[in-house]
């Protein structure tokens, strides 16, 4: 089966740095990279994804970043704000068949004003 | 739209005694997955159901654990009997379709005692 391994499991910057997040995968049939975050006793939510026909995606402050060939993807986040501050998980959906979804172990991301 | 709805949301039993969790997913989405989020980790995928189908069950603990999608619609996961690392938050999302965008419910947190 897959596996997700995701680094740093903590992160802590100051408010207007930037913040990388990085996630690794084992199943070259994995083509869907979603990134979620979750606050604190609050549910999971999107916040950007990827499919491996792209190398790149951005949404204002945030873009992600995949290497198919290393079978590597990264969250980056810039000018970080006290309200980036969550849990952020990694997913890989492997494909053929089932879609079934993995996902890292999460990173605790702490931004100081 | 509504999100996915689930209930109750915190549960205390005693080991050996049994629980059940239910999802009311998103009207229209056909792909219904339930998660066990250990403190500290990353949602563990433990079935998923497309309509009224099983996808995948591997991590699910079949001994004790099992699950539902009666008409396509609604979810049940139930344990019996619980054990003390049963203790987590049971997590369910449903998506339009395999490799969609999850949305995830409130969750139920359950402490085994």
Redesign the interface.
């Known amino acids: 089966g897959e596996n997700v391994e995701q680094h740093p499991s903590t992160l802590s910057v100051q408010e207007g740095d930037s913040a990388v997040i990085k996630c690794t995968y084992s199943d070259s049939a994995s083509n869907y990279f979603p990134w979620y975050k979750q606050e604190l006793g609050k549910r999971p939510q999107l916040i950007i994804d990827i499919r491996s026909n792209v190398g790149e995606k951005k949404d204002q402050r945030i873009a992600v970043t995949l290497n198919k060939t290393a079978k590597h993807f990264s969250l980056h986040i810039t000018e970080t704000q006290p309200e980036d501050s969550a849990v952020y998980f990694c997913a890989a959906i492997q494909s053929g068949g089932s879609y079934i979804p993995t996902f890292g172990r999460g990173t605790s991301l702490i931004v100081h004003p | 739209e509504a999100g996915v709805a689930q209930s109750p949301r915190y549960k205390i039993i005693e080991k050996r005694q049994s629980v059940a969790f239910w999802c009311n997913p998103i009207s229209g989405h056909a792909t219904l997955?339930w998660?066990q989020q250990i403190l500290?980790?990353?949602?563990?995928?433990l079935i998923?159901f497309q309509n009224n189908g099983v996808?995948?069950d591997?991590q699910l603990p079949k001994d004790r654990f099992s699950a539902e999608r009666l008409k396509g619609v609604d979810s049940t996961l139930k344990i019996q009997p619980a054990k003390l690392e049963d203790s987590a938050v049971y997590?369910c999302a449903s998506s339009l379709g395999?490799?969609e965008?999850?949305?995830?419910?409130?969750?139920t947190r359950l402490l085994v005692l």
């Open positions: 997955y998660y500290g980790q990353g949602p563990k995928l998923q996808v995948d591997s997590l395999e490799q965008t999850q949305y995830f419910g409130p969750g």
